[in-house]
């Protein structure tokens, strides 16, 4: 298959070509095969979520036309290159990642350039996916309906006042507030 096309797309958006973007794109499309998904669509049943963000997500949405504003797309920014396929519809998933040693064999796949980074540039457009990245079925230790929710649900904040969209509210002591306040603190009440 010819990756230019996807390449093309996630340098135009991020305005220069770089490994991450293209073992996105890489590992967007392998996922999007793996999956039975068409390209050039958009997956009505397929949720991504990537492990990291940055120059790497710009070649996974390049490749898989999710986005976080489709809301087929999400960043658990754990500092990993990795992404989780999920087809919503049956809760199959795949986790994709580079191989371990994906580096050095990129000096393989192009002996004559010294540079690492030039390697990888080249070597990761290239190389088969079976050296280039490791596939795993996973099983999902979360609802995905959670994840996705229900569309149009509103309440708002009993500490802030401010409204929350998508079923993103917790209980606490009987009150709805905003699930981000457990982790950075409490908002205080709008006065």
Same mark, same amino acid.
């Given at each position: 298959m010819d990756i230019k096309p996807f390449l093309d797309i996630a340098s135009r !958006?991020? @305005?220069? $070509? %770089?490994? #991450?973007?293209?073992l996105g794109v890489r590992i967007g499309l392998k996922g999007m095969a793996d999956l039975a998904l068409q390209l050039f669509t958009k997956p009505k049943h397929l949720l991504i979520i990537s492990e990291t963000d940055g120059c790497f997500v710009d070649g996974v949405i390049a490749a898989t036309n999710c986005t976080v504003g489709h809301r087929n797309l999400r960043i658990? !920014?754990?500092g990993k290159i990795a992404a989780t396929f999920i087809n919503t519809k049956t809760n199959y998933a795949i986790r /994709? &990642?580079? &191989? $371990? !040693?994906v580096r050095e064999k990129a000096y393989h796949y192009a002996p004559e350039e010294k540079r690492?980074?030039? &390697?990888q540039m080249?070597?990761?457009? =290239?190389?088969?996916? !079976?050296? $280039? $990245? =490791?596939?795993?079925?996973i099983e999902l230790n979360f609802s995905v309906?959670? /994840?996705? @929710?229900? &569309?149009? #649900?509103?309440?708002? %904040?009993?500490? %802030?006042?401010?409204?929350?969209?998508?079923?993103?509210?917790v209980i606490l002591e009987g009150k709805i507030i905003v699930s981000h306040a457990l982790r950075v603190g409490i908002i205080s009440e709008q006065k």
């Open positions: !958006d991020h @305005s220069h $070509l %770089c490994p #991450r973007q293209i658990e !920014d754990y /994709i &990642a580079p &191989a $371990l !040693d690492h980074y030039f &390697a080249q070597a990761y457009q =290239t190389m088969p996916d !079976d050296e $280039l $990245l =490791t596939v795993q079925e309906e959670e /994840i996705i @929710s229900r &569309a149009g #649900r509103r309440v708002n %904040c009993e500490k %802030c006042g401010e409204e929350i969209i998508n079923e993103r509210e």
